[in-house]
Nanobody, 118 residues
């Protein structure tokens, strides 16, 4: 069972930046590609970015060039640096192992709320 804790969200103006953090268990962190996802109320959760143990990364098209995913193996932590934020980035952000089939993931943390508004 995946245990992750997300933090770092908040209220930011359009064009601003935030850095999210996610701490997970060592056994999960060392085996799986880790990813960020987000969900707007009333909409399906969607993939944002993943990173593997070699620091290879992949991003959803809507965040390329604005968000950067990173990892700190010593801390079992992944990060999401979000720049040039837009109102449409408003969502609850979660981390979990990566899968292209989100329905395979049944255990989610509380997430961290990101609100982009003037």
């Amino acid at each position: 069972q995946v245990q992750s804790m997300e933090s770092g969200g908040g209220l930011v103006q359009p064009g601003g930046s935030l850095r999210l953090s996610c701490v997970t268990s060592r056994d999960i962190f060392s085996v799986y590609l880790m990813a960020w996802y987000r969900q707007v109320p009333g909409q399906q959760r969607e993939f944002v970015a993943w990173i593997d143990s070699s620091n290879n990364t992949n991003y959803a098209g809507f965040v390329k060039g604005r968000f950067t995913i990173a990892r700190d193996d010593a801390k079992n932590t992944i990060y999401l640096q979000m720049n040039t934020l837009r109102p449409e980035d408003t969502a609850v952000y979660y981390c979990n192992p990566y899968t292209p089939v989100l329905s395979e993931l049944t255990n989610w943390g509380q997430g961290t709320q990101v609100t982009v508004s003037s």
